[in-house]
DNA sequence: GTCGATCGCTGCGTCGCGCAGCGAAATATC
DNA sequence: GATATTTCGCTGCGCGACGCAGCGATCGAC
């Protein structure tokens, strides 16, 4: 069994310091340059992502979950709509708010910036068992929520401790 | 089998338009905590990534690898160095080179922001087989090896296609 | 009706970034 | 060996995204 502990040593380590850092930078990467072909800022692409993942938001909710301060989340908004992206829809039953939700076309443009990666995710999993894409979910949605949830306590955390 | 094909393309929409988005997404948003908390920008954050994924590199092979120009990316540098985050080393062989390399203080900086995460990620790993880690080694690398290309591609084409 | 809280939006200063151009150094050409 | 070309990293300059502080408008509590 100690080959064993070792192999699984070895898989973890890759898995944790090499091909999950190489994806986080490539996902970075390639949001950047998504970003420079919409005309817009990587800012602005991770609020498209966000409104697409977690459906419409108030500017507020928008600004927490990207990062920013509302007042920069309203200047992003401006770009957003600017752009064609997405538009801002008031709230019937609270009239400070504003609901911002895309635009048929800035879905249209999003899922064409991303169709190439897309397939070709698609193509990989075509070759995997049903039992290894659910091996895949279980740890993608533990993945997301680790890894939301030490974000969160980065942010709310004072600095200096 | 009909309802293990419903099954199969219900985890296959899951992973696609859910899990993995949504990870990116925490990704971005961790990294932007962690800069915030390391008092450096999201660039910096991503080329220290960099740095400690693909080892030393010039300032030229940086910039392309974090999409800045070479210009941006000797400011960029500049903060890091500032930061003590990296270091200039000159190569001896090519007197116009300088290697950018990691300090022993950078390196411990960043493995203490990122100390939390990967503590939940090994306990998330624990309960999973060594089978099942190969399975996830399998598309982690593919998952890379495709958004790395994906954002070649974007940045090697014109905007204008 | 009054008061405090919350929401989104606007001047202002800061700073990261791209662009164009610079000198230094390695390589190619004769 | 001398000259020309290319490559490398670094510096002024303008643009624009961001944080900060403050504003009016609106909702909820009493």
Known sequence: ???TNED???LLGELVTRSIPGWA???VRLNSAVAGR????DTDVLCLHVLDRYG???PGALAKRVNLTTGSASRMIDRLVA???VRRVPDPADRRRVLIEPTQEGRDRAAT???GLVARTHAELAGYTEEELRTLARFMAAAER???AEAQHFQSTAPGD
Chains 1, 2 share one sequence.
């Open 83 to 85: 752009a064609g992206c």
């Open 8 to 10: 699984r040593a070895a």
């Open 146 to 148: 680790d890894t939301a």
């Open 113 to 115: 910036a991303y169709a």
């Open 1 to 3: 069994m100690a080959a």
């Open 56 to 58: 419409p938001a108030t």
């Open 25 to 27: 930078i490539a996902v």
């Open 38 to 41: 919409l005309g817009v800022t």
